[in-house]
């Protein structure tokens, strides 16, 4: 099929399962946040199935091609897989600058990186039993959890990004024998530290993907539009240089960005998730005003290549708005569809 759709990876959270207010008047958290879940941890792995059902319901009602779980079993994109590892204290936390400059109470790095067990295998079997449609299951990429960590162990924090891309490899792997058709790794702070990144972020990266045999995806963008509001503007920093890595799939923000088609173009060989979706804007886009956006990636890349979606995550916007947002983008992409046909 041309222009499948998918979600980047998180959907939006009911307010019966985590305290949305207390989860967007602040950062995403780096460390456990328990306190933002509303079951009782006795019953809170079963809420969270019925919200990666209702999740998986809704991107099918939607007819979104690619389906994912939602993130529903996460306080953030990245905290689940950071603090399972170890080498971590989780009792006496870090502290690091976020991207916006702010400190955050982070990960405390006191030994070797090592992952203990498989993290989220499970929620890949849960996925795959629940539809039978492809499915993406996202994991933190190795670069962005080591700046978001307060790293008391390694000489360098280019042997740290490499021992969590040894980590996330044995993940990634777990993960596509469990039944995922394609793994993505969410790298955010390469756009926001491009320098270090380019310094030994891609070469995390390709640790990572070393010896993995299936379809890999890598998500980077300038942050949540709920809480990260005047970066776009300045446009991306950290973009060509994933033209030469190991990743098939590149998810870029086009929509709120108002990105120039021609910045796609070194990535015009690959895979290109396209957003389209402002998720800045509450309005919901119409099906035209998304096939608009993508007629303008098609300009640079080529249909065969494209795969269509939001900007970035959907994990604050109310349900309404993620649904209604989430069906304008499928049907936006039908509109195109045909056209090309």
Known sequence: MLLPTSLVGSYAMPEWLID????????????????LWRVDPQWLEEAQNDATIMAIHDQEQAGLD???????????YSNRFATALEGVDMENHGTALD???HPNPVPRITGKIRRKYPVQVEDVKFLRAHTDRKIKITVPGPFTMSQ???????????????????ALNEEIKDLFEAGAD???????????????????????????????????????????????HDERATG???LGELAETGIDQVSVETAQSHLN??????????????GVLDLSDPEIESPETVAERIRAGLEVVPAANVIVAPDCGLKYLPHETAFGKMKAMAEGAKIVRAELA
């Open 261 to 274: 088609p021609k910045e796609l173009a070194p990535l015009k060989d690959k895979k290109v998730i396209l």
């Open 20 to 35: 949305r207010k207390r989860l967007q008047d602040r950062f995403p958290p780096r460390v456990r946040a328990k306190e």
């Open 148 to 166: 978001q960590a307060q790293n008391d162990h390694y000489e360098d924090e280019a042997a740290l990004a490499l021992d969590y891309a040894a």
């Open 182 to 228: 394609i793994v993505q790794l969410d790298e955010p702070y390469m756009q926001a530290r491009p320098e270090k990144a380019r310094e030994y972020g891609v070469k995390a990266l390709q640790r990572a993907l070393d010896g993995v045999k299936g379809e890999t995806a890598l998500h980077i963008c300038f942050g949540y539009a709920a809480i990260i």
């Open 66 to 76: 690619i389906i994912t779980d939602g993130e529903m079993r996460r306080e953030s």
């Open 99 to 101: 991207r916006s400059g």
């Open 236 to 238: 991306y920093h950290f």
